[in-house]
Structure formats: structure tokens, C-alpha cells
């Protein structure tokens, strides 16, 4: 597990810049306190996301915005990392001795997210990106993109299908938009959405599982936000990024969606491209 660690690194790629470590002590408790987290099994991080990692604390530091770094690896319970997470932010204060305002949890084979930060004033709950499957290209839109002209290096932007289930039949492109379900491969979710879900459901709690704890708990107990289960309204197996955000709707917290182009990195880099799609 990189935890710190990670965080000092790239500090020190931005001091060499020319970029002054902040001190968030000094700062107002109105600056948000944000965790950042990265779910990282295998422990690899994609050129791609770095490039958009770095780009993101960039943008931190020159506000002067309260953050802690953890990268997660050795875990392939994806619930496990995400519980962790959204119990700290709950429960707990960061390495500033400072309350959370926001956990932001971004997948290690992203990229393109770094402009999330930039809602950290919005007043909406939770905010999330969309992301391509990697196992499923649209080819009936791919023919119509050839077909109108689409110039070959382009092609990409057309090809996938996004991870996410609209209130209707369509989102807004332009502006941030609620939707039904999606993933949360980049989701900025406020602290005060754990505390209500926690208040909501006294059943969800649990011991900690040593193993599924990563550092040492200050508390004998955690939530489970993110599960897997049978939605009780389709009968279908629902994932724990549907789960938190059907949940969270019915707490009174609304998820939306942040229309910006990003990548879902693999054998191939899965363009989503709501703008494009849209197009066709």
C-alpha cells in the first residue's frame, strides 16, 4: 500500500516546480478537506493517470486546498478500498488534524479526471464522470461515424458505450446533469453523504475485518456504503457503485454527472466522449 508516501512524491514534483507547499493548518476551516483515493490492485499506475494525477494536485496546491493521497494496492476486494474510504471521511480526521469535506475516489486505469476538483464549490453531493466499458465497442455508431466522414484518428471518440443509467432517455452534455446510476470510476462524493447513509442504516455496520482495514483503525467498526446485491426493484445483480449511488437518492442526495471527456485505460484506450456520442 502507498499511502503518504505518494502524496510527499508528488509534492516534491511540484516544489521543483516552483510550487510552495501549502500549510493546511493555517488554512480556514472553509477550504475543503478533500481524501483522495485510488484503488490500485496490482499496484501499477498508467502513464496516462499520473500525467492526470499530477495535473490535479497542480491545480490543489495553486488553490491552497486541503488534501490527503492514498493509493491502495494488494486489495482485489474493490469494496473493501471503497468501504475504507467512505468510513474515513465519516469518521475520522486527516493528517491535518482536519475534518473531511469530500472523498474523491478515482480508478488507478483512468484518466482525464483532474477537472473534478474544480466542483469542490458545487453544491452538488455527488459528482461523477463517466467512463467507457472496456468490454463493449458500439458498432452500429462506429458505421454511422464512417459513414458521415468521421476522419479515421477520430474514430475513438465514437466507439464506446459509457457506464451509466440516465433518469430518462438522454443527459444534458453542456452542464451537470442527475442521473439514475453510474459508475464511480471518478466520483467526488461530500463527507455529509456517509454520515446520513451511517444515521439511515444502523444495519449496514460491522466489525473491521483486520485485512480490510488499511492502517490502523482508531474504531472497532466501519459501514458498508458499498455493496453488492439484487436491486429489489428489477431483480437484477447490482454493483456497489449502483448500490451507494440508488441508496444515497434515497437519503435525499442526488448523483450527477460531470460531461467530460475521459479515458478508460486497458488493452486499448476507451474513449467516453458524451459530446461525440451524442453526435450520432
Known amino acids: 500500500m502507498i499511502t503518504i508516501e505518494a502524496q510527499k512524491l508528488a509534492e516534491q514534483f ?27 490492485h496490482t499496484g501499477e499506475l498508467k502513464d496516462k493517470f499520473v500525467l492526470s ?102 474514430l475513438q471518440e465514437y466507439l464506446c458505450d459509457p457506464v451509466l443509467e440516465p433518469h430518462g432517455s438522454s443527459v444534458a452534455l453542456n452542464a451537470l446533469c442527475p442521473v439514475k446510476n453510474i459508475g464511480t470510476g471518478t466520483m467526488l462524493i461530500k463527507s455529509e453523504v456517509f454520515r446520513a447513509l451511517a444515521q439511515k442504516h444502523p444495519g449496514w455496520r460491522y466489525t473491521i475485518p483486520t485485512q480490510n482495514y488499511f492502517g490502523t483503525p482508531n474504531r472497532d467498526y466501519q459501514f458498508n456504503f458499498f455493496q453488492f446485491d439484487v436491486d429489489p426493484v428489477t431483480n437484477k445483480y447490482r454493483s456497489e457503485d449502483y448500490f451507494f449511488v440508488s441508496h444515497a437518492r434515497e437519503a435525499g442526495y442526488e448523483t450527477y454527472l460531470c460531461p467530460l471527456r475521459t479515458e478508460h485505460i486497458g488493452s486499448f484506450n476507451f474513449v467516453c466522449n458524451l459530446q461525440a456520442i451524442g453526435q450520432m
Open 14 to 40: 511540484l516544489n521543483s516546480k516552483g510550487y510552495v507547499e501549502s500549510k493546511p493548518n493555517d488554512a480556514p476551516r472553509s477550504i475543503p478537506n478533500v481524501l483522495v483515493i485510488v484503488p490500485c
Open 53 to 154: 494525477l499530477l495535473n490535479m494536485i497542480l491545480f490543489l496546491k495553486e488553490k491552497a486546498i486541503n488534501y490527503e493521497l492514498r493509493i491502495i494496492s494488494g486489495s482485489s476486494q474493490i469494496t473493501s478500498v471503497r468501504n475504507f474510504a467512505g468510513n474515513r471521511v465519516c469518521f475520522e480526521k486527516g493528517e491535518n488534524g482536519l475534518l473531511f469535506s469530500h472523498l474523491l475516489m478515482i480508478d488507478s486505469d483512468s484518466s482525464g479526471f483532474e477537472q473534478i476538483v474544480e466542483y469542490l464549490e458545487v453544491a452538488a453531493p455527488i459528482i461523477a464522470l463517466p467512463y467507457s466499458y472496456k468490454n463493449r465497442l458500439n458498432w452500429a455508431r462506429i458505421r454511422r461515424a464512417i459513414e458521415a466522414g468521421v476522419p479515421d484518428d477520430q
